[in-house]
């Protein structure tokens, strides 16, 4: 496999810890997870990055309510190998979470829960869309072109299920910190108490894993995240950093 | 808030409409009109990115452009895991900022209105 996120000639000087972690999410992204093989989480990836340019999910951005507007999304022009491995449901849900979060309700994450897509393909699907969407973002922001998707590993999804998640004050299970067992005892790094955000996918806890890896190169590391002088390995000071989050976030109607 | 509590670290003063209203108001954070400027040509208006781009280097330095190319990276993952997945704000977390949150008007988000 050729090197990854090499950032020859872009013009700017991208620090190692990035360089890591960007390779790692990809490596993550292209192995089987708990619930999906290597082909469907870059056939996931394929999709989120995809839906950026979808006229049908314009549309319904632009719409009064997503629900209003109907039709196809912009599939139909996929050459890549990822393309017809997700099922439509699938497919709407990818592009929903990546062009129009702020407007999902629980009702429709329950409506989509079934016998074949379990709370677990949702949290991992989830996991994988963002970890597309933050490092295709930083790509964007600095206008140097996106990298290729990883090709995917092959193997059997592991369906493992970490005991003690359950649905309390979310949409989806979650475990707290006293509920871990040792085999997922790394994830809140001993914490007594972690985040929402966080515990969010703690159903898929190598998505927790990204996560710490891929945040911790682009914002602050997790254990360091409630220490306001902390600014991690950023150039930028601490208000700086939370004046972009906090702007970024207003931006996304996102109130959390 | 995580950007209250990182000013009243260093004894320094924002103005925490900013977040809401954007450029048109002065954050007091120094770089925040080029940082801002940033976040909103990267989600609203691409057409003005690359000129962002460059009014963030110079004010700056090229390498705040990464790190903040960083930031906005990881809260377009933030608010997504928030979005979809339903979870409130945390409870200590809502306690402090309930002032904010009122002043900024933040629990008339959509997000906020459609948690159930």
């Known amino acids: 496999m050729s090197e990854t996120f090499t950032y020859a000639d872009v013009g700017y000087d991208i620090p190692a810890e990035k360089v890591t972690a960007y390779r790692g999410a990809w490596s993550y ?24 340019d979808c006229e049908l999910c314009a549309a319904r951005t632009a719409a009064l309510s997503p629900l209003a507007v109907t039709g196809v999304h912009q599939e139909a022009n996929r050459t890549d190998a990822a393309a017809g491995l997700l ?28 016998d074949d897509f379990s709370y677990g393909h949702y949290v991992e699907m989830v996991s994988v869309i963002v970890t597309l969407t933050s490092i295709d973002s930083f790509h964007q922001v600095l206008g140097v072109p996106l990298e290729a ?18 649905i309390d004050v979310a949409w989806v299970p979650m475990i707290y910190p006293e509920n871990l067992t040792e085999a ?59 004046l972009v989050a906090a702007r970024t976030s207003a931006l996304n109607d996102c109130f959390y | ?77 933030m608010v997504r895991i928030a979005d979809s997945t339903g979870i409130p704000v945390d409870a200590t977390t809502a306690d402090i900022t309930e002032d904010i949150r009122a002043d900024l008007k933040l629990n008339e988000f959509v997000s906020a209105r459609l948690e159930t």
């Open chain 1, 149 to 166: 998707l990883p090709a995917p590993e092959a193997g059997e999804p592991s369906r493992y299920l970490p005991p003690g998640a359950a």
């Open chain 1, 184 to 242: 997922d005892s790394d994830i809140y790094f001993g914490a007594p108490r972690m985040g929402n955000v966080i515990r969010a996918l703690s159903l898929v806890p190598d998505a927790v894993r990204d996560l710490h890896s891929v945040s911790s190169s682009q914002y602050v590391p997790t254990p360091q995240v409630m220490d306001m002088s902390a600014s991690g390995s950023l150039r930028l000071t601490r208000p700086q950093i939370e």
């Open chain 1, 29 to 52: 992204i292209a192995r089987p997870g708990n619930w999906w093989s290597g082909s469907e989480r870059v056939a996931i990836a394929a999709t989120a990055r995809a839906a950026v």
């Open chain 2, 1 to 77: 808030m995580m950007l209250r509590g990182s000013v009243q670290q260093r004894g320094d003063e924002v103005d925490l409409q900013a977040i809401v209203a954007g450029t048109e108001v002065d954050s007091h954070v120094p770089g925040g009109e080029q940082l801002i400027e940033l976040v909103e040509a990267a989600l609203q208006h691409p057409e003005t990115l690359a000129q962002a781009r460059s009014n963030l280097s110079a004010a700056l330095g090229p390498e705040a452009l990464v790190d903040a190319a960083g930031v906005i990276g990881n809260f377009q993952r």
């Open chain 1, 87 to 114: 099922s439509a449901a699938v497919i709407d849900a990818v592009h929903r979470i990546r062009t129009d979060s702020a407007r999902l309700t629980g009702s429709w994450v329950t409506e989509l829960i079934n």
